[in-house]
Every structure is written in structure tokens, then in C-alpha cells.
């Protein structure tokens, strides 16, 4: 078999005999061109036109670096460890890799090919990727030469399908995905060709993607579960709602059980065309299935719901979720319960929330944080105390606005006695207990009359350093009645 190298650049001028094959790589950088004088501006460094300090630099460095016979491990140190990062000379990788290939003793493999092809993807210079492919393809692997092409073929292509399908330049990544398709043995993985119809789908070509799940299909490569999702969100997203109904019965004929992606996405879908209950249903499939309930299903179905003003009907399912058990215990409902209280239904609220809490299904800070201040808007201090006791209790730890809050509306209905002891927990657990949290507690003892317990809270201030000065110190006492 034999390959063909890249062609030669073309060279300007005749470089001195040399015995090294790094000497041969530098030498091939052009003279500089003839100086400009009608521009003013700073010199650029460019394949075409370095300075001859620049190519003498390189020339050293490169003859500092490669050895004499050079071979693809030796390229890939020099490219990966010493030109990827260097400052002058780290856009000429391309330049250095080409010419190498020029050289009767070197034959790129794997190795260097997987190396430039990322490079220049990661880099965005996808118009060289495609070049350098084109080479890959003349110039297979030297681990092709036996009957079977080199195993590392079909992951350098796939690298690159993904980078062109990354900003969109689909006919690109479907030529490179044929050009692979020539070299790899036996059928192409199926994680390719996932992503070329998930790319149609994203870029709205969707027609496109289901010709590309044609392909797949004639090339007898078996769709798993990813590419039935990717079908099912482009016929949403083409709102082509029965067709994705479809294809959901498809996979389960062919045997491919169906993940909570799947579920979501129908979940979605049935929302979007406004039936609830369907939707609903599909949750409760998915837990009959065994497919357990994620926070984005919950997430999926509560902001659906509430959003359309279903308000009792998300409730109701969150608590039936809870009581099956099958409530994921990440998932925060803040938001229903921040629409509970926004509509004036705040002791349904947090008898929901004791419900779902006693399940094993804790709340999150933000929540009770949510709940408290909706209690302190209707002046249930009670309920909003024993809240508290509760997060402080199971390490739920509040804000300390929330907390100082609370502190004030205890102080205030003559309960600084209670206050003390919420502060004192508080503090055990984590709560930042500030200078506002004593002095809530002064003022509360001030007014009940209670210098003892009020001077204990000014003597602790004393020993945390929280008192600035005398006159605060003066101020304080004299609201206790101590002179």
C-alpha cells in the first residue's frame, strides 16, 4: 500500500545543506520580505513572512529539541512540551507538523495526528482541521497497514465532527464523518451518530437529522436511548406532538427502555400542548416503570403546573410523591411554596411542608426562610417559633436577617425570655448571632422591666467585645433603668 505526503511548500529560496532532520524543519521558513516603508505599525510574526531573527530563533530552538532521526514520539514531546506554550512560535504547529511529513525517514501514526487534530479544534482554526483530515485520510495511520485500520481512527474523527457541529458548520462535520466512515472497520459508534442529528435538531434541521437517522438505520447501527430522546425533542420541537408519541412507542417495541430523559421530555411536551394530565400520567408511568422521579421531573411538573395557575393541583401531586415515597429528597419547592404564600395561604403552606417533612423530605433554608416571613406578615409568631425550633433542631440554619427578625416579633409580644433561648440555640447551630441580635434582646428585657436578665445580655456583649464604646455602653444601660 502506499501513501501519499502533503505536498511541499513552496520554497523561496535554497537552505544550506543540513544533517539534521530538525535542522530541515527549520530551515524551511521563508526569507523575510522586503520591508514596507509606507506602512508604520508593529512587525507581525506570521508563517509567511517571519523576521530572519525570528526563523534563526526557531532554528535554534527546534535543533535544541528534535533529534537527530526523528520520530513520532520525539514530534509530539516537541509539539505538546516545548511548542504548544511557547510565546513566538506556538502558531507555527501546523507549519512544524506539515513539513515533518516531508521528510523520506518520518511517518506521522496516531498519536501525532489525535495531538494536532485537538490542537487546532481547540483553537478554532477548523478550516486547517479540515486540511489535516484530508492528509489522515491519503495518509492513514501506519497501525492501518494490516487488514485492519488503527483503532484511534474513528476517535480523532469524532473529535472533529463534534468540534464543527460545536459552532454549527453541519455540512463540514457530515463530510468528516464521511471520510471516516471510508477508513473505520465495521460500523461507526453510535455516539456519532447521535451527534450529528442532535446538532440538526439544535441548528432547527430537524428534516436533515431524521435523512442522518436514515443513514444510521441502512448502516445497521442500533439507535440506543440517546438518539430516541434527540428524535422525540426535535418532533416537539417541530411541534410534531403525535409523531414523538410515536417514536416513544417505537423504542419500547424495539426494546430500548426508556430513561428519565425520555420522561422529561415528554413530560415537557404534553405540557406544552396543555394536557396536564397526561403529563401527570407519564410521571406516574415512570414510577410504575421503576424509572425513578428526578428533581428536574418535580421541577418539570410543579413550575408547569403552578404557572398555569394549578396551584392545588401541583400540592396535591408533590404530597401524593411524598407519601409513595418516591419524592427525591434534593428536590426544593420553594417556588410552590413561595406561591402558597404570595396568595395568602400560608398555614396550608406550612402544613404541607410539616407533611412532606415528616416523610423524610426536609425542606431547604430557603424555604423555611420563604415560610417564616410569610407567618410574620399574618402575625402567627407562634408558628413561625416553632418553624424555627424545627430548622434549628435538624441543622437547618437561617439567614440572620430572617433570624433577628423573628427575635424582634418574640421581644415585641413580651416573650424576650424565649428569644434568649431561640439565640442561644441558634448560636449552637451556626447562626450568625451579631451586635443586632443582643441588642433586640436588651431592648425586649428593657421593656419588660428585667434589668437582671438584661444586664447578663450586657455584661456577655462586654465579654464578645460588641459594645464600641462608653456611650453605647451608657446607652444600653440606661434603657435597663441602671444608673
Known sequence: MSFRKLPKP?????????????????????????PDTSLIASPILSLTSPTSTIQSELTSFINTH????????????????????????AHLDLHVFRHAATLDSFRHDHSTYEWMVRTLAITHRLDSLSSVLDFIVSNPCPCSDGIFSCSRTEPIFRFAVISFCNVGRLEDARQVFDKMRKLVDGKPNVAIYNTMIHSFVKYKKFEKGLEFYGKMISDRVKPDVITFNILINGYFRSSKFELALEVFKEMRVKGCVPNVVTFNTLIKGFFRERKFKEGIGMAYEMIELGCGLSSVTCEILVDGLTKEQRVSEACDLVVDLSRKGVLP??????????????????????????????????????????????????????????LMDKMLSQSIVPDSVTFNCLLGDLCDSGRTSEANKLMILGSKKGVCVDEVSYNILVSGYSKEKKQKEGKAIVDEMLDKELIPDIATYNRLMKGLGIR
Not at 366 to 374: A, K, M, S, V
Request: glycine content about 2%; hydrophobic content about 40%; charged content about 20%.
Open 10 to 34: 513552496p520554497v523561496l529560496y535554497h537552505p544550506p545543506p543540513s544533517t539534521t532532520a530538525a535542522a530541515a524543519v527549520a530551515n524551511l521558513l521563508p526569507p523575510p520580505p522586503p
Open 66 to 89: 528534535l533529534k537527530i532521526n526523528l520520530t513520532p514520539k520525539d514530534l509530539l514531546l516537541f509539539l505538546k512540551n516545548h511548542l504548544h506554550h511557547h510565546p513566538k512560535f
Open 329 to 386: 429528597t434534593k428536590f426544593d419547592y420553594f417556588r410552590l411554596i413561595e406561591t402558597l404564600v404570595d396568595k395568602g395561604q400560608v398555614v396550608q403552606a406550612r402544613l404541607m411542608v410539616d407533611e412532606i417533612w415528616d416523610k423524610g423530605n426536609a425542606p431547604s433554608s430557603i424555604t423555611c426562610t420563604i415560610l417564616i416571613e410569610g407567618l410574620r406578615r399574618i402575625r402567627n409568631i407562634e408558628l413561625a417559633h416553632n
